[in-house]
């Protein structure tokens, strides 16, 4: 294997807690300049910011998992969270659910036990798009997860079946491509995109991890840069992956430091924040041999100029 580059070494974590199991989909709001994420298997969502660090730290407990956060617009009061069952609004000054959005599984009440939202994104029109899959606890996951694209009006529509984990979910900066994560295969999909009705091309294998290019690890959370290339977290990889955005060539990499199962990267304030994992139950020695794992880490990327983060857009009474 020829030797990636390294872009930046992130050393030692911005956030850390023993109480980390699985930080995900980090969501950062320039308007109170605090970001937020979930972590999922702890049913529950964090806030701080990039300045104070540590002493910020809130923790807010929920209801059930949630897998992401998106901004709203027009709404300074609330997050929408990709909770277990769909979407859901929450308070940014409580944590509270406060309203119910829609339902995934509306019409299988047994599905909606077993499932759970698993990473997600909102496209240039103000979409909100998440995969499903089997959730904590119900066993092995198959292929019985799906990618979802919920419109402005609420109503989720599956857009791609016989997903396993699904994670990163990204679009390009010219509109004409559409990414998504398969971590079971270690394959990211590219499929040409409408962004005007949402709708997907057919399925490319765009890039399929091998350890003889890409290391260890399989992709996972994913965000783009404003030149369109993706960065990718690659889990049982310690670091974050630079692909190019036509090509996926390989073009470097961010060291993670400390810990391995590194989860879920995004831009905030001039260097790229990355979340990593604890998740004991698939790697037992995982907090032993990894002295940061499950913490929240963030490295400076000069010259690196951050994709649009675009915000949920819902109807009136949505």
Known sequence: MAAI???ATASKPILHSPDFWLPESPVHDATTGLTWFPDIPSSCIYSF????GQSSLKRYPTPSPIGALFLIASDALHLLAASKTGLV?????TGEVVSTVNTLYADDAEKAELMRVNDGVVDPRGR???GSMRSFGK?????????????????????????IVPNGIAFSPCGRWAY??????KVIARHSFDVDTGALGPEEKWVVFDEAVHGPGAPDGVCVDAGGDLWV?????????????????VKGKVVVEGSRQVACPRFVEGGLLVTTGALV??????????????????????GVEAGVVFEAVLDEGV
């Open 5 to 7: 580059p390294i872009i």
């Open 49 to 52: 910011s990039l300045s104070a």
């Open 89 to 93: 609004k929450i308070s940014k000054a």
């Open 233 to 249: 977290a690659v889990f049982n990889g310690s670091c974050v992956l630079r692909l190019d955005g036509e090509t996926g060539e």
């Open 281 to 302: 139950h698939m790697d037992p020695k995982v907090r032993e041999e990894c002295e940061w794992a499950g913490d929240v880490f963030w490295v400076e990327l000069p």
């Open 180 to 185: 998504i994560v398969e971590t079971r295969t």
């Open 139 to 163: 066993g092995m996951p198959g292929d019985e997860g799906a990618i979802w694209r919920c419109g402005n009006d609420g109503v989720p529509v599956v857009v791609k079946e016989r997903a």
């Open 128 to 130: 909100v798009w998440v």
